[in-house]
C-alpha cells in the first residue's frame, strides 16, 4: 500500500528540521507534469507529494500564508539563494 500524499505541514515539518527533502516545482505546470509523466499518477496531484526520499512541493497552489511560511524556512535552508532580497 502507497504512503498517503504528505500534507504542506509535514513539508515544513522537514524544513523545520533542517531537512533538504522539500524541493518547490517551477510552476503548476510543472508539478503536475511531474506528477503524471515521471511519476504515471492520474488526475491532479496534490500541493505536495512524495517521490524516492524527498517531497515536491507545489507553492502555486499554496495559501499565501503558507507561501510565507515557505519561503522564511527556505531562506534559512538556502540563503545563498536569497541574496539581495
Known sequence: MQAPS????????????GNRLVVQ?????????????YLGKTG???VAFRYGRG???DIEKMS?????TFIKLDKVLNP??????
Open 6 to 17: 504528505p500534507t504542506v505541514g509535514e513539508a515544513f515539518a522537514e524544513m523545520r528540521k
Open 25 to 37: 516545482s517551477a510552476s503548476h505546470d510543472f508539478h503536475r507534469r511531474f506528477w503524471q509523466q
Open 44 to 46: 491532479t496531484p496534490p
Open 55 to 57: 517531497i515536491r512541493i
Open 64 to 68: 499565501a500564508a503558507e507561501k510565507q
Open 80 to 85: 545563498g539563494l536569497y541574496k539581495g532580497t
